[in-house]
């Protein structure tokens, strides 16, 4: 499976923006999703997580700020993110726990990253 990620972009401290993330190619099966985030010379950290339920789950410092969602027949993922602060501006990365077959077992695929960078 690929993820495609888009939406990034640069903003004005206070802004917003919508990434998002859809995933193509040849699966059984898509369950959590995720958004994480790698500021520069930072590790890559978690941002947001959403089951195929839509259970989310999200890191302190975006909570009130930063909404995850997903569209299941679309296989999309999105983050929308308001109130940006400058400690926002890094790459953002999405991810998704993915069964090829049926009898497979789950395998994490990565995103190839947005990159928001929030500045005045």
């Known amino acids: 499976v690929q993820l495609q990620a888009s939406g990034g972009g640069l903003v004005q401290p206070g802004g917003s923006l919508r990434l998002s993330c859809a995933a193509s190619g040849r699966f059984f099966s898509i369950s959590d999703m995720g958004w994480y985030r790698q500021a520069p010379g930072k590790q890559r950290d978690l941002v947001a997580t959403?089951?195929?339920?839509?259970?989310?789950h999200y890191v302190d410092s975006v909570k009130g700020r930063f909404t995850i969602s997903r569209d299941n027949a679309k296989n999309t993922v999105y983050l929308q993110m308001n109130s940006l602060k400058p400690e926002d501006t890094a790459v953002y990365h999405c991810?998704?726990?993915?069964?090829?077959?049926?009898?497979?077992?789950?395998?994490?695929?990565w995103g190839q990253g947005t990159l928001v960078t929030v500045s005045s």
């Open positions: 959403i089951t195929n339920r839509g259970n989310t």
């Open positions: 991810n998704a726990n993915v069964r090829r077959y049926s009898w497979s077992s789950a395998y994490v695929a």
